[in-house]
């Protein structure tokens, strides 16, 4: 695959999700819609319209979803192709065989720094900031 393809779809993968969500609104406020005009209708007609507008409905609403789960967000993205292309590097390359100690280390500090920023991005304070009763609390309600 090209770099040119990688990085348009990079680009237009959270209009990707957004757009199913939206979607996805639209086939619910539509099936409820379809509900309440079913329940007043009386003519064999009318209803038969609804009805196959909910199935469409139904239809929309499960491809949103799948596209909400399955589509990764743009960092998961960059997360997996750089991921990939580190495994790459990682198996194919014989000087990289030999620091190991050195890439585990890196990534130990990554996540570190992630899991700090987590705190941080949850309560707006750093774990060394908060007492004892903060982090138990905290540890509780994220269970």
């Known amino acids: 695959m090209s770099y040119y393809v990688l990085f348009y779809w990079l680009t237009i993968v959270s209009n990707l999700i957004s757009t199913s969500v939206i979607m996805g609104a639209l086939a619910i406020t539509l099936f409820i819609i379809g509900l309440i005009a079913k329940s007043d209708q009386y003519d064999p007609d009318a209803i038969a319209m609804w009805t196959n507008i909910q199935k469409k409905c139904k239809v929309v609403l499960i491809v949103s979803s799948i596209v909400y789960v399955f589509v990764p967000n743009k960092k998961d993205t960059l997360l997996i192709i750089a991921g990939g292309a580190v495994g790459n ?9 030999k620091i190991p100690s050195d890439i585990t280390n890196f990534l130990h500090t990554q996540l570190q720094e992630l899991t700090k920023e987590a705190a941080d991005e949850l309560t707006g304070k750093k774990p060394e900031d908060m007492t004892k009763e903060e982090l138990l609390e905290l540890v509780k309600k994220n269970q």
Request: overall charge negative; charged content about 10%.
């Open 89 to 97: 590097f990682i198996t194919q390359d014989s000087s990289a065989q």
